[in-house]
């Protein structure tokens, strides 16, 4: 079972820029996709990108041209570079991964965009 944490979440200002980093650790063996998904209150929880074991990318529409996931393999790290937030990007942000067809999750953390 992999384990994932995330960090990089708070306070930003609308037009501002955040980082997220999940750090995965455990069952890493072959684990792909890694990536991100949100939830906002009230809302169902959402994918936002994702990234394969061959940089492959996915992104949701809502995020396209201001959201890049990229990853760092030797250090098993994905990070979610989030530039032009909006404040309807305030979300639980969950890192997520696969590994040997089974899903993982983070315990979230929290992106508030003020207006």
């Known amino acids: 079972q992999v384990q994932l944490v995330e960090s990089g979440g708070g306070l930003v200002q609308a037009g501002g820029s955040l980082r997220l980093s999940c750090a995965a650790s455990?069952?890493?063996?072959?684990?792909?996709?890694m990536g991100w998904y949100r939830q906002a209150p009230g809302k169902q929880r959402e994918l936002v990108a994702l990234?394969?074991?061959?940089?492959?990318?996915y992104y949701a529409d809502s995020v396209k041209g201001r959201f890049t996931i990229s990853k760092d393999n030797a250090k098993n790290l994905v990070y979610l570079q989030m530039n032009g937030l909006k404040p309807e990007d305030t979300a639980v942000y969950y890192c997520?991964?696969?590994?040997?067809?089974?899903?993982?999750w983070g315990p979230g953390t929290q992106v508030t965009v003020s207006s």
């Open positions: 997520y991964a696969k590994t040997r067809g089974v899903n993982g």
């Open positions: 990234i394969t074991s061959s940089t492959g990318t």
């Open positions: 455990g069952s890493i063996f072959n684990i792909s996709p």
